[in-house]
T-cell receptor, first 111, second 113 residues
Framework: KNQVEQSPQSLIILEGKNCTLQ??????????LRWYKQDTGRGPVSLTI?????NTKSNGRYTATLDADTKQSSLHITASQLSDSASYIC??????????FGGGTRLMVKP | EAGVAQSPRYKIIEKRQSVAFWCNPI?????LYWYQQILGQGPKLLIQ????????DSQLPKDRFSAERLKGVDSTLKIQPAKLEDSAVYLC???????????FGQGTRLTVV
């Protein structure tokens, strides 16, 4: 069964600190993995997409990594800001363009 | 470029009542999705359209949920009759093709009391 597991479920950090969110998946075959940011009351917005051959990709203060062998991805946020408070959802595209969503990590950045 | 539009933003109904949600995808996007997102969880696909045809509705509770995209553009999702466990955010998303990035609307938050 295709599954995407994210950890931690929730996280509280102080403004300016770094954090890393984890995503483990069992989706096979693998097409790509995308990290979304979902602000409260809004729809998810794509941060970055990782394909099989990519190990690291950055988007500003967000850096995603992918290890296709171990089927793990991480999202690292550097120098967190209050506006980073949101849910971060890992989504894996598999066979037939099926998307499998993780449960998300709820991040709260405190001043 | 305008994003995915959804309405209403919020809806409160009593159980056993009916409700309908509307979605206008990004212009030119052939693929349209409806997702159900229960509080604290990731979105769950209800139905996927390719133009006006259904690609996947395997997780749609067909005894009470229905969706249509008659002209291959706008779509409506209906629940009849609603149950308490239907309380969730209903997200509409669209993509240019089935294997390109999906763009999400702001969602409709449904509360069934």
């Amino acid at each position: 069964k295709n599954q995407v597991e994210q950890s931690p479920q929730s996280l509280i950090i102080l403004e300016g600190k770094n954090c890393t969110l984890q995503c483990n998946y069992t989706v096979s075959p693998f097409s790509n993995l995308r990290w979304y940011k979902q602000d409260t009351g809004r729809g998810p917005v794509s941060l970055t997409i990782m394909t099989f051959s990519e190990n690291t990709k950055s988007n500003g203060r967000y850096t995603a990594t992918l290890d296709a062998d171990t089927k793990q991805s991480s999202l690292h946020i550097t120098a967190s800001q209050l506006s980073d408070s949101a849910s971060y959802i890992c989504v894996v595209r598999g066979a037939g363009n099926m998307l499998t969503f993780g449960g998300g990590t709820r991040l709260m950045v405190k001043p | 470029e305008a994003g995915v539009a959804q309405s209403p933003r919020y809806k409160i109904i009593e159980k056993r009542q009916s409700v309908a949600f509307w979605c206008n995808p990004i212009s030119g996007h052939a693929t349209l999705y409806w997702y159900q997102q229960i509080l604290g969880q990731g979105p769950k696909l209800l139905i996927q359209f390719q133009n006006n045809g259904v690609v996947d509705d395997s997780q749609l509770p067909k005894d009470r949920f229905s969706a249509e995209r008659l002209k291959g553009v706008d779509s409506t999702l209906k629940i009849q009759p609603a149950k308490l466990e239907d309380s969730a955010v209903y997200l509409c998303a669209s993509s240019r093709t089935a294997n390109t990035e999906a763009f999400f609307g702001q969602g409709t938050r449904l509360t069934v009391v």
